[in-house]
């Protein structure tokens, strides 16, 4: 009977067991992740904080499949994912996350419809179908009418909107965005968070790195990492 | 599915190079012109083996050509007054050389005489060619009136001559005068036929019919004209006995050309002292073109291939130098997913779509040169389908070569660095 109750938990989209990063530089080794112990549940908003160089990007990039533990456990929807290969975890990056970056990282060649289709030219929609998916997530984040711009035309929180367009484009499980407003000044800043927390309401699950304590209050839970730890976990 | 994605790499991959339209264009050069070269230097190549060849060809791959030579003079003797000087190929060779050899099938005796001849009020020199009717056989040219030589002229030593078109046109002689008299020397010849010459020789070998040539049975050479001929220079006469100047001998079949040109010699040699004849034979002669021909082309390849390979490195380089510059591009798409392989088809691609345009417009140079080679310098270029094909297949191949190491460097950039990147 019990495991019934436990079936009705939130289910868990990431789990680390004892994850540890070590970087060699020489002979000397950094430990930017020492020893998480954390499980993100589905439907979840985070932010994760910390001083800088307290290993948050690096978890980031751990949780993003971008980046591979030295040590401990990756479980990703229940399936251990440490030992994947390259294409494979490219495929979860494709059809299961979405990034959201500090320095937007458009393609600056690209237009902004061409920049949002991306995931999903990758995932070998047609053309048509993905045109119109990429107008139809540009007017959700209100740049219907800055299609055929090209990104260097748009603004910093114009360009943020099209990236959250893009990270959204293949309707992944989670949503990684790591100090997404880092280079926006406070009213824009204040712009992204709502437009976060609206996909959050929406059923999103974000986890989100940021120095900023009033942005943190967006998220319904707080994680605070301290050379490589967890220091607490505040949740709401 | 695979099909239509592919058509999309193709088409951002002419979108990225479109971006930089001149740098494309500066790096497009080097196979532009290694491509355009070696089109123009196929076809000028092609077009001057195909006029050798075509010459060869024209003398008949079949035939021997055995020609009188006068020998090398021993001593002073040559400048008396009554010395004749004996020499060449005589009636018996010609008969010997039909005797001896079953694989002969044609075999020509020709006499040439240089002699005036007379209609009405014209005057020409021309070479009259005492000669049978094979000649007609083995040096087939149009005949545009009238008829040639036949068996039963030689036979009655008939007085008939048949003239070339240019020398009848010289001459003003039209198809009516057909039947007509005309003199050559003292003596009177009837007109029986007109044939098409060929014009401007120049090449490896001299073919045997001239412009100017008045053909007439052998048997009537030899009884009006005789075999002495005087040749004045300044202060003396020299007199020469020449049977017959040349003798054309066809073999039925072209492996037996070259041994029958061989036992003729060894034949000839037996029966003359002195080197007073030379064989020719155009089947040695096409084969040896075929040969410089295929060392042409050979060097041709060479320089090509050094002209190409610099072009791919050219590609090469703006290739590297374009994945370091957008090393934060490929960081991205890695993150949003894409593959490794993926990222190396585009790069590959880019790099095949620059050495194709430019191979595309190496073809365009390379096929005009050869146009204006022709317009100016008056020489044959001839391009074939191989000329267009290869430097084409090639310009793809190279793209595929010098693009693979870019594309492979694109595919092992780390997407953190690359994200971290400035
Ligand atoms: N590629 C690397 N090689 C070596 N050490 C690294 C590397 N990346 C990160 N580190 C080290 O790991 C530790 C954690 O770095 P990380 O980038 O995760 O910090 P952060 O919390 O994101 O800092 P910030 O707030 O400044 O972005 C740091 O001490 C850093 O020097
Ligand atoms: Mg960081």
């Not at chain 1, 549940?41 to 990007?57: D, L, R, T």
């Not at chain 2, 390379?366 to 094909?389: D, E, N, R, S």
Request: proline share 3%; glycine share 8%; with cysteine.
């Amino acid at each position: 009977m019990e495991a019934v109750v436990t079936d009705t938990r939130p289910e868990t989209v990431i789990r680390l067991e004892n994850a540890g990063k070590v970087y060699a530089m020489g002979n000397q080794q950094v430990a930017a992740l020492d020893g998480i112990d954390v499980a993100f549940e589905k439907g979840g908003f985070w932010a994760v904080m910390g001083s800088s160089g307290s290993g948050k990007s690096t978890l980031m990039n751990v949780i993003g499949c971008l980046d591979r533990l030295t040590s401990g456990r990756y479980l990703f929807q229940g399936t251990d994912i440490s030992a994947y290969d390259d294409d494979a975890l490219s495929d979860i990056r494709l059809r299961h996350l979405g990034f959201i970056f500090q320095s937007f990282n458009l393609i600056p060649q690209l237009t902004v419809q061409r920049n949002i289709e991306l995931p999903l030219y990758y995932l070998g929609w047609d053309k048509e179908k993905s045109q119109a998916h990429a107008r139809h997530l540009a007017s959700m984040v209100g740049l219907d009418t800055r299609l055929t711009h090209r990104p260097s035309e748009l603004s910093g929180g114009q360009m943020q909107r099209v990236a959250i367009a893009r990270a959204l484009a293949a309707d992944p499980d989670l949503i990684l965005a790591d100090e997404p407003t880092g280079n926006l000044d406070t009213r824009t800043s204040h712009q992204i968070m709502a437009l976060l927390t609206s996909l959050h309401q929406g059923g999103k699950t974000i986890i989100m790195v940021t120095h900023e304590h009033d942005l943190a209050e967006y998220a319904r839970n707080r994680l605070y990492m301290t050379d490589g730890r967890i220091d607490r976990i505040e949740k709401r | 599915m695979k099909q239509i994605k592919f058509s999309r790499e193709l088409a951002s991959g002419i979108q990225t190079l479109l971006l930089h339209k001149l740098r494309s264009f500066l790096t497009m050069l080097g196979v532009v012109f290694g491509v355009g070269s070696v089109v123009a230097m196929l076809a000028v190549g092609e077009g001057a083996s195909k006029d050798a060849l075509e010459q060869i060809r024209k003398l008949g791959s079949h035939n021997i050509l055995i020609s009188s030579i006068k020998p090398v003079e021993e001593g002073a003797t040559g400048t008396t007054p009554s010395f004749m000087s004996i020499y060449g190929l005589t009636y018996l060779d010609h008969d010997r050389i039909q005797e001896s050899f079953s694989s002969v099938r044609k075999n020509v005796p020709v006499k040439l005489i240089r002699k005036e001849a007379r209609l009405g009020e014209r005057a020409l020199e021309l070479r009259v060619v005492g000669t049978s009717h094979q000649w007609f056989e083995v040096i087939p040219r149009p005949v545009l009136g009238g008829r040639t030589l036949m068996p039963g002229d030689l036979a009655d030593k008939s007085p008939v001559v048949v003239l070339t078109e240019f020398g009848a046109r010289k001459l003003l002689a039209t198809r009516h005068t057909i039947g007509q008299i005309i003199r050559l020397g003292v003596d009177s010849f009837t007109v029986i036929g007109i044939v098409k010459n060929e014009t401007g020789s120049s090449g490896a070998m001299q073919i045997p019919d001239r412009e100017i040539d008045a053909y007439i049975p052998i048997t009537t050479a030899r009884s009006y004209f005789g075999d002495v001929v005087i040749k004045r220079t300044a202060g003396s006469r020299l007199r020469e006995k020449v049977e017959l100047n040349q003798i054309i001998v066809q073999v039925g079949s072209l492996d037996r050309v070259e041994p029958a040109a061989q036992a003729v010699e060894r034949m000839l040699t037996l029966f003359h002292q002195k080197k007073d004849f030379q064989i020719q034979v155009p089947l040695a002669l096409l084969r040896q073109a075929e040969a410089t021909k295929r060392t042409f082309n050979i060097v041709l390849g060479a320089i090509a291939g050094i002209s190409l390979l610099v072009g791919g490195i050219g590609i090469m380089n703006i290739m590297l130098a374009s994945v370091t510059e957008r090393t934060r591009e490929i960081g991205v798409r890695r993150a949003i997913g894409a593959k490794r392989k993926q990222i190396i088809i585009q790069f590959l691609i880019e790099a095949v779509v620059l050495s194709s345009a430019g191979g595309i417009l190496g073809l365009a140079v390379g096929m005009a040169i050869p146009f204006f080679i022709t317009w100016f310098a008056k020489m044959p270029t001839v391009i074939t389908p191989l000329g267009i094909l290869l430097p084409l297949f090639v310009s793809l191949g190279i793209g595929i070569v010098f693009g693979l190491y870019p594309a492979a460097r694109a595919a092992r950039v780390d997407p953190i660095i690359a994200l971290r990147h400035e």
